[in-house]
């Protein structure tokens, strides 16, 4: 794969997380910060991995990732997804939201090597929902998306879906799980308990 159309990791940390009671990526799951389970599994993929968050945002000390400050206005996610494009050098993006957690390596690789022949994004989708969020998008999506992203009001399925984009299917849809509230945080912490119980030897 040619450096230049090799993707480029974003993990967006953007948003006010008022539901959750604000500094959404620093609340933690099972001991660990919300944030490094999408950044582990993006970063198993990908060499290159940034967050992109406003100036006031609050992260957990992570070491060696670089922290891109998107504008402060409008918060829309849309503004996260087209200012990791513009600073991409022109490379593709994967984008991945700090509050899905249960996002995994196979999924991120399915997105960034499908091909998007003349589709501006590839775009994660469970049970028919498009999870915007966990994308790959091509430096022309950002043409296509930069005038949403300014005025920062138009719902962001109706937008990417607009675009066009390819759709790819999580094989199970609870990696597109995403923590806005105490209630999903509890509940997400019971998902990872059954998880590991899962893996749990027999006695």
């Known amino acids: 794969m040619r450096l230049r159309s090799t993707p480029v990791g974003a993990i967006l940390a953007g948003g006010a997380g008022l539901r959750i009671g604000g500094e959404k990526a620093t609340v933690e799951l099972h001991g660990k910060p919300l944030i490094c389970y999408p950044r582990e599994a993006v970063g198993e993929v990908l060499k290159s991995v940034s967050i992109l968050a406003k100036t006031d945002t609050k992260l957990p000390p992570l070491a060696g990732v670089t922290v891109w400050i998107e504008p402060e206005r409008p918060r ?5 997804i087209t200012h990791a494009l513009a600073l991409s050098g022109g490379r593709p993006v994967l984008v991945c939201a700090a509050d ?4 995994t390596p196979e999924l991120v690789r399915r997105l960034v090597r499908a091909a998007p022949r003349r589709a501006p994004a590839v775009v994660a989708c469970a049970a028919g929902t498009l ?3 966990l994308g790959c998008y091509q430096s022309r999506a ?3 998306l930069a005038g949403a992203a300014r005025e920062g009001t138009a719902p962001l399925r109706e937008t990417i879906a607009m675009i066009d ?3 790819i299917e999580a094989d199970d849809p ?3 799980f ?4 105490p209630d999903d945080l509890l509940q997400a912490a ?4 059954r998880r590991r119980a899962a893996t749990l030897p027999p006695y």
């Not at 899905?100 to 996002?103: C, D, S």
């Not at 995403?178 to 509230?181: I, L, M």
């Open 76 to 80: 829309h996610p849309l503004v996260g």
């Open 100 to 103: 899905l957690p249960f996002v």
């Open 131 to 133: 999870q915007p969020l």
């Open 142 to 144: 950002l043409d296509l």
């Open 165 to 167: 984009p390819i759709v």
């Open 174 to 176: 609870d990696e597109l």
């Open 178 to 181: 995403d923590v806005d509230t």
């Open 190 to 193: 019971a998902m990872l308990d």
